[in-house]
Each structure stands twice: as structure tokens, then as C-alpha cells.
């Protein structure tokens, strides 16, 4: 298996263990287990927030695209880094923390795996963030590869979470939000 698959591996798994650590209920002798965790369909009205999440982080990845390379300078990969990657983070970890909290309110299963996807998501948006920056102070080619191989990973991943956003009914969700930022940033 390679890294990035076992990395996407682990990243769903974690997710998963994530999705099963909830705030339910505890089983009691008279209350078997089965009947109360029964996987079900989000409702209608959590879809409808969950997508108009995905609507607001979608014209946030463009304006923050329309703006990246409008301020500062430096070489690409400092704007990147710094416009683009840094300003992306406290982006990410809002739309894990409301999309999270919408799945938290439903037992469906779909909707928990797309948004505790966005976990691992976050952890390489923050690696690569640190691994740009290791390159821009040292110009290490190592850490210009790690750089690489960070975003290969982060697209990976997108990828499986766009898989869920369908199977969880989130046609809004399944937008490629990466490439979207890119498109933004070549007019």
C-alpha cells in the first residue's frame, strides 16, 4: 500500500472511530443495544443547512482565491503558502465545526463520515502550512517533496469526502472546493 493510501486509510478509519464516540446513550440491561442506534437518512432540514454550509465555504474559497495574490509579494510558493494556505485553515475548522455538529444530531452514517472528514483535512492543511514554511526559511527540497506530497494527499482526500457528501445527499458538498480556490485564482 502506498503512503498516501495508507494515509487515506487511516484518515477514514479515524473518522470512523470519531463518528463512534458520541454523547449516546449508554446501554442498560433492559434496553438492548440494537434498537438504539439504528442508522437513519438525515432529515431534510439538516441536509438544507449542511448545504448551504457548503455554498458559504464555497464563495469563501473563491474570494479568498480573488484575493491571494493581490496582497503581499514573493515567490509563488510565499503566497501560497502564506494567502492561501494559512488563510484557508480557520476556514476549514469552521466548516468541520458546523458540519460536525449537524452530523452530531443525526445517526446517519454518511453524513457523520463526510463530516469527520474534514479532521484529517485540517491536520495536513496545518502540515502543509508548516512544511511551506520549513521551505520558504530554508529552501529545503525535502520539504519542497513533503510540500508535494501533502497536497496529493490533501486532494486524496477530498476526493473520498466528496464521495460521502453524495452518498450522504450533499450535492452542494461534492464540489472539488480546491479546485474551485485555483479556478478563482486564474480569473
Known amino acids: ?12 478509519l479515524a473518522a470512523v472511530a470519531i463518528a463512534g464516540c458520541g454523547e449516546g446513550d449508554q446501554a ?3 434496553q438492548p443495544q440494537a434498537s438504539q442506534e439504528q442508522p437513519q437518512l438525515a432529515s431534510v432540514g439538516i441536509l438544507a443547512r449542511a448545504s448551504a454550509n457548503c455554498r458559504r465555504f464555497l464563495r469563501q474559497a473563491r474570494e479568498l482565491g480573488d484575493r491571494a495574490f493581490g496582497e503581499g509579494s514573493g515567490t509563488i510558493l510565499e503566497m501560497a503558502t502564506e494567502n492561501i494556505v494559512r488563510p484557508s485553515i480557520p476556514l476549514l475548522e469552521e466548516m468541520a465545526r458546523r458540519q460536525q455538529a449537524l452530523a452530531r444530531g443525526t445517526r446517519d452514517p454518511d453524513l457523520t463520515l463526510y463530516a469527520n472528514l474534514f479532521d484529517p483535512i485540517v491536520v495536513l492543511t496545518r502540515e502543509r502550512l508548516r512544511s511551506g514554511q520549513a521551505v520558504i526559511r530554508s529552501g529545503s527540497e525535502v520539504e519542497r517533496e513533503r510540500s508535494a506530497d501533502l497536497e496529493d494527499q490533501m486532494t486524496e482526500l477530498g476526493e473520498e469526502q466528496r464521495a460521502a457528501a453524495r452518498r450522504a445527499r450533499l450535492p452542494a458538498c461534492s464540489v472539488d472546493f480546491r479546485k474551485a480556490l485555483v479556478s478563482s485564482l486564474t480569473g
Open 28 to 30: 442498560t440491561d433492559a
Open 1 to 12: 500500500m502506498s503512503t498516501r493510501a495508507g494515509i487515506v486509510a487511516l484518515a477514514i
